[in-house]
């Protein structure tokens, strides 16, 4: 379907904007095109409607994807939105503009490590268990302010706070509650909202959403 994504991507920016403007935000979230799933030709479509900020949630599969598009696209702006493993550091750091997965002490000292050691500095979210889900990813809210001071000690800045809310549950109470620890904590940065509530994330207060199926159509 030639032409779609781009037109996906018209109409969730113009969702956005209203939503922000409706809730009285300065601006709409920045949307991250999450093209995990699918194939190098429809990130390239996207590239080629003008879109710049892709996530993806394995390093595995955005190093078998991306380094050749930013090669011939310089402001790409890469998100990785899944678990990090600490034995894939090096290379998420190589490839990654953004690191939203920040969750655990061994993983911070890692990052540190490995960006004193390249050289290059990634940006970084920490994500929230604002669920509290045993099998999920994420600082629990309890533990956000000693794990923030940890990064803080360690020299790592912070940029901002990034939760999946829990599939059964009403988004909005989670995207509230990250809104509050962001707001104790001094971080403006909040990446919520996905396909099926991104609106409801951005007259919220969401920065940045993570949009795929709705963009690119159901991942096989
Ligand atoms: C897959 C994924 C998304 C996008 O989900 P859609 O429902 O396809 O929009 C957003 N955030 C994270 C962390 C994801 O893993």
Request: glycine content about 10%; overall charge positive.
């Amino acid at each position: 379907m030639a032409g779609s994504i781009k037109k996906n991507l018209e109409i969730i920016q113009e969702k956005l904007s209203f939503a922000a403007l409706a809730a009285g935000q300065e601006t709409p979230p920045e949307l991250i095109a999450v093209s995990k799933g699918h194939g190098h030709d429809l990130a390239r479509e996207a590239l080629t409607a003008g879109h710049k900020i892709f996530g993806e949630n394995r390093v595995q599969e955005a190093a078998s994807k991306w380094p050749g598009l930013k090669e011939k696209n310089y402001d790409i702006e890469l998100h990785l939105i899944g678990p990090l493993q600490t034995n894939k550091v090096k290379g998420a750091i190589e490839l990654f503009d953004v690191i939203q997965t920040l969750d655990r002490p061994k993983l911070a000292r890692a990052l540190k490590k490995e960006m004193a050691a390249s050289g290059k500095k990634v940006r970084l979210f920490v994500q929230v268990n604002t669920g509290e889900e045993p099998q999920k990813a994420g600082v629990s809210p309890a533990d956000l302010p000693a794990f923030l001071e940890e990064c803080q000690a360690l020299g790592l800045e912070i940029e901002g706070l990034m939760c999946i809310p829990p599939v059964a549950e009403e988004a909005a109470m989670h995207f509230a509650l990250l809104k509050k620890l962001g707001a104790r904590h001094g971080l403006k940065k909040l990446s919520m909202g996905m396909s099926q509530d991104y609106e409801k994330a951005a007259a919220l207060g969401a920065t940045h959403v993570r949009v795929g199926t709705a963009i690119f159509g159901p991942r096989s």
